[in-house]
């Protein structure tokens, strides 16, 4: 068994990611995988639960931005995390609006099929429970849905919420706790269903 090295210092997951962050930077094909793998599921889960017309594409317009701008990007990986929310939940928006153009010009059917199912398991599993949390969202304001599902997947504090969606953090608390009373008494009620 090898020896450990006391006088080093020990890595933190910060460290790590300063690392990867940087290396990625710098063009590594590994490091980007890498940061991808840390988001991929939050964004993908983020974008179905909001409804997103076609979740696969918008995550791939989510993360051309971040290598886009990767460059600009400050902070640890919870910022990291925030940053690339805060991009999905703007390119939603946009695909949201194109949609709505989509569908006051649209004849063919054929023009609003969705994108082909996912392959692997535990991608399919988080879908499912996004697809899961959508059904509980879609009984709340846009906004509360907002709120809650950025909570969630950004794992965003309300600060970084309120923030980002320009709103005063009262109003943004008011929005999460008028969303869970509602769905605690969806729930109890026998409204929906777990």
Same mark, same amino acid.
């Given at each position: 068994?090898g020896?450990?090295?006391?006088?080093? +210092?020990?890595? /933190?997951p910060? *460290?790590?990611?300063?690392?990867?962050l940087?290396?990625?930077?710098?063009?590594?094909?590994?490091?980007?995988?890498?940061?991808?793998?840390?988001?991929?599921?939050?964004?993908?889960?983020?974008?179905v639960?909001?409804? $997103?017309?076609?979740?696969?594409?918008?995550?791939?317009?989510?993360?051309?931005?971040?290598?886009?701008?990767?460059r600009?990007?400050?902070?640890? &990986?919870?910022?990291?995390?925030?940053?690339? #929310?805060?991009?999905?939940?703007?390119? #939603?928006? *946009?695909?949201?609006?194109s949609?709505?153009?989509? #569908?006051e010009?649209? /004849? *063919?059917? $054929?023009?609003? &099929?969705?994108?082909?199912?996912?392959?692997? &398991?535990?991608e399919a599993?988080?879908?499912?429970?996004?697809?899961? $949390?959508?059904?509980?969202?879609?009984?709340? /304001?846009?906004?509360?849905? *907002?709120?809650?599902?950025?909570?969630?997947?950004?794992e965003? /504090?309300?600060? &970084?919420?309120?923030?980002?969606?320009?709103? +005063?953090?009262?109003?943004?608390?008011?929005?999460?706790?008028?969303?869970?009373?509602?769905l605690?008494?969806? #729930?109890?009620?026998?409204?929906?269903?777990?």
């Amino acid at each position: 068994m090898g020896r450990v090295d006391l006088n080093r +210092p020990m890595a /933190t997951p910060t *460290d790590d990611f300063a690392d990867r962050l940087a290396r990625a930077r710098k063009g590594d094909e590994l490091a980007w995988q890498a940061l991808f793998r840390s988001v991929s599921g939050r964004v993908a889960g983020f974008l179905v639960s909001r409804g $997103a017309p076609d979740a696969e594409g918008v995550a791939g317009d989510v993360f051309l931005d971040v290598v886009r701008s990767i460059r600009r990007f400050e902070g640890d &990986e919870r910022a990291f995390r925030s940053w690339v #929310l805060t991009i999905a939940h703007r390119r #939603l928006v *946009d695909a949201l609006r194109s949609r709505r153009r989509l #569908l006051e010009r649209a /004849t *063919d059917p $054929a023009d609003l &099929e969705q994108s082909d199912p996912v392959d692997t &398991e535990s991608e399919a599993l988080g879908l499912v429970r996004a697809a899961e $949390a959508r059904r509980l969202l879609d009984h709340l /304001t846009v906004d509360q849905a *907002d709120v809650l599902a950025l909570r969630m997947y950004g794992e965003l /504090t309300l600060p &970084e919420i309120a923030e980002h969606l320009g709103k +005063p953090l009262t109003a943004v608390t008011s929005l999460q706790t008028r969303a869970l009373d509602r769905l605690r008494r969806l #729930l109890e009620s026998g409204e929906i269903l777990l």
